[in-house]
């Protein structure tokens, strides 16, 4: 049985109150399953995760096929999974079978209300747009609510970096409990903080492009014009450079333009497509 105050099991004896009586105010999604059901195991987490989600929007509603034969009967299901969405006592839709998470989103936003938006989507949308102070701000309330949601914290550090505060967010990472650090957007502020040390004793780019020039094998040059690219946000050009100088001399400093490729992935985040990219090319060059 879930935690969740938007996941419950329904039986034949709470269907009236929960499910029909419910549905005259809000969307309940049915999810019929069983034990011995394998696409029943992959489409049952999907839904339990939009329904955290959503929020609110809908509820869900777990119908064990093999405990409540006698309401699976009166749904009429033929087949699981069988899914169903109810409003107002009436059926709007429903499917059966494993679907892809997008195809369920399709589904579930034909009949429920958008999820309402949440402080830190907030926070991370008014960042997008630019409004770094409301994001901040933003952030700094939600911290003052809760100081151990350490992915606040992480996303405060990330700010006070784009806001060029560099010491603040190194303090913020520091205080950061050690398992903390293993996630994605601390060891993006830890690769961050280390290119920023990098950047400081390098020699300036038009002198860097002109050694280049001068002699198109200088492996050193390569690497500190690609710390140059990484703090521009010229990324690819870095990335080119990068694995130039692996291709050209792949033991330099012990591998350093590996080593800096990995830590500019991690800057990015396995999702970014320059990332992937760049890691197929690596791992062929490599190997």
């Known amino acids: 049985m879930s935690n969740s105050e938007f996941i419950f099991d329904a039986t034949l004896e709470n269907f009236q109150q929960k499910v029909l009586e419910a549905s005259m105010n809000t969307t309940v999604v049915i999810d019929v399953w069983a034990e011995w059901c394998q696409p029943c195991k992959q489409l049952t987490p999907i839904l339990e995760k939009l329904a955290e989600e959503y929020r609110g929007a809908f509820v869900l509603a777990k119908v064990n096929a093999e405990e409540q034969q006698e309401l699976a009967g009166h749904l009429g299901v033929q087949s699981l999974p069988n899914v169903k969405i109810v409003k107002q006592g009436q059926l709007l839709d429903e499917f059966n079978g494993a679907l892809p998470e997008g195809d369920i989103r399709e589904k579930l936003d034909q009949h429920v209300d958008a999820p309402p938006e949440s402080d830190q989507e907030k926070a991370r949308r008014l960042w997008s747009e630019g409004q770094l102070e409301e994001a901040e701000a933003v952030l700094i309330r939600m911290n003052q609510q809760n100081p151990e949601d350490y992915d606040v914290l992480i996303d405060l550090a990330r700010l006070r970096l784009e806001q060029g505060q560099v010491e603040e967010a190194r303090a913020i990472y520091e205080s950061l409990p050690g398992e903390e650090r293993l996630k994605p957007g601390a060891k993006q502020l830890e690769a961050r903080f280390e290119f920023e040390e990098q950047a400081r004793d390098i020699p300036p780019v038009a002198e860097l492009q002109a050694r280049l020039k001068e002699e198109p094998s200088d492996v050193a040059a390569m690497n500190q014009l690609a710390t140059h690219g990484i703090m521009a946000g010229d990324y690819e050009a870095a990335m080119e450079l990068l694995l130039k100088s ?10 350093a333009a590996k080593n800096t490729l990995i830590k500019l992935f991690d800057l990015l985040g396995n ?8 890691r197929r090319r690596l791992f062929a060059m490599m190997y």
Do not use: M
Request: glycine share 6%; no cysteine.
């Open 246 to 255: 692996v291709q050209t001399e792949k033991d330099f400093q012990d591998g």
């Open 271 to 278: 999702e970014n497509q320059l990332v992937r990219q760049y």
